[in-house]
T-cell receptor, first 111, second 113 residues
């Protein structure tokens, strides 16, 4: 049973465009929703995170939108740059089972 | 600098051999985790440990073993019973179990030859 579903699996965006990655979850016990960025050969690094009592969080060019009733959340990367090319993982945390990851999105920003 | 150190970065194993992956943290975190990453599969939890001398199986523990004799160290052994061990292995830690603030190491890529 996949508790966190992430889409798309891969995404190509032109430089300066908006990259959008979507995730959906099933477990209502999740109470923290982070996004991780991973470059080849490296471990994931926390990019931005949101709690379910907030509908949107913005940090620089990165924004999380959260829809609690639909059990969905998304990452928007504004003014996408070639340096943003990486694999992005959404995740969801509950205090019992820990962190559950989506399957990842391979993002390529074309110059 | 505080962080997680995984070694080696690359590891080659012959079929039928056991190998041990090292994970050391100097963050004074209580909880440590091992994840396996395969292309298109995300990160899957192998084992986790909340305190010294205690650990629990994750979603894909078969063919793996761990120990937690010291707070700073959480080595993972990939045994010959693991039928498809070629993967990227990631170690992580948090201050306590179920608390956000996961810190990841840089990973070990294991290849069976």
């Amino acid at each position: 049973q996949q508790q966190v579903k992430q889409s798309p699996q891969s995404l190509i965006v032109q430089k300066g465009g908006i990259s959008i990655i979507n995730c959906a979850y099933e477990n209502t016990a999740f109470d923290y929703f982070p996004w991780y960025q991973q470059f080849p050969g490296k471990g994931p690094a926390l990019l931005i995170a949101i709690r379910p009592d907030v509908s949107e969080k913005k940090e620089g060019r990165f924004t999380i939108s959260f829809n609690k009733s639909a059990k969905q959340f998304s990452l928007h990367i504004m003014d996408s740059q070639p340096g943003d090319s990486a694999t992005y993982f959404c995740a969801a945390l509950d205090s019992v089972s820990g962190l559950t990851f989506g399957k990842g999105t391979h993002l390529i920003i074309q110059p | 600098d505080g962080g997680i150190t995984q070694s080696p970065k690359y590891l080659f194993r012959k079929e039928g051999q056991n190998v041990t992956l090292s994970c050391e943290q100097n963050l004074n975190h209580d909880a440590m985790y091992w994840y396996r990453q395969d292309p298109g599969q995300g990160l899957r939890l192998i084992y986790y440990s909340q305190i010294v001398n205690d650990f629990q199986k994750g979603d894909i523990a078969e063919g793996y073993s761990v120990s937690r004799e010291k707070k700073e160290s959480f080595p993972l052994t990939v045994t010959s019973a693991q039928k498809n061990p070629t993967a990227f292995y990631l170690c992580a830690s948090t201050p306590t179990q179920g608390i956000y603030g996961y810190t990841f190491g840089s990973g070990t890529r294991l290849t069976v030859v």
